[in-house]
Nanobody, 125 residues
Framework: QVHLVESGGGLVQAGSSLRLSCAAS????????LGWFRQGQGQKREFVAG????????KLADSVKGRFTISRDNDKNTVYLQVNSLKPEDTAVYYC??????????????????WGQGTQVTVSS
C-alpha cells in the first residue's frame, strides 16, 4: 500500500512558477513508476508527466514540454513537478499517482493504482 500526499499548489499569476511535491509513505518507493495528472473543472483527467521507477526515463505531455519538469528523490520518497511559465489553461487540480513498475504506457491513468488527494493550481491572467 502506498499513501500519497501532494502539496505546493496555489493561486498565481500567469508566468509564475510553482514546485509541486508528492510525498509517499510505504515501502519500496523505488519500485514504483510515478506520474502527475491534472483535471480541470468539467474536463477529463489528463496526463502531465511521468517518471519510471529507475528515474531513468521521463515523459511530458506536449502541452507542458519546455515548461514543466518531473523529478524524483527516492531517498525522500518524494516526486516533484516543477511548473514554470504557468498559463491560465494550466488551472486544474493536480494529482500524483503511483504504480508498480510496468511497461504499460505511463500516460494511461487507468494503469496507476494509487492516487493522492490532489492540489489545486489556479493561474490568473
Amino acid at each position: 500500500q502506498v499513501h500519497l500526499v501532494e502539496s505546493g499548489g496555489g493561486l498565481v499569476q500567469a508566468g509564475s512558477s510553482l514546485r509541486l511535491s508528492c510525498a509517499a509513505s510505504g515501502r519500496a518507493f523505488s519500485r514504483f513508476d510515478l506520474g502527475w495528472f491534472r483535471q480541470g473543472q468539467g474536463q477529463k483527467r489528463e496526463f502531465v508527466a511521468g517518471v519510471t521507477a529507475s528515474g531513468g526515463n521521463t515523459k511530458l505531455a506536449d502541452s507542458v514540454k519546455g515548461r514543466f519538469t518531473i523529478s524524483r528523490d527516492n531517498d525522500k520518497n518524494t516526486v516533484y513537478l516543477q511548473v514554470n511559465s504557468l498559463k491560465p489553461e494550466d488551472t486544474a487540480v493536480y494529482y500524483c499517482a503511483a504504480r508498480v513498475m510496468t511497461t504499460v504506457d505511463i500516460t494511461r491513468p487507468s494503469s496507476f493504482h494509487y492516487w493522492g488527494q490532489g492540489t489545486q493550481v489556479t493561474v490568473s491572467s
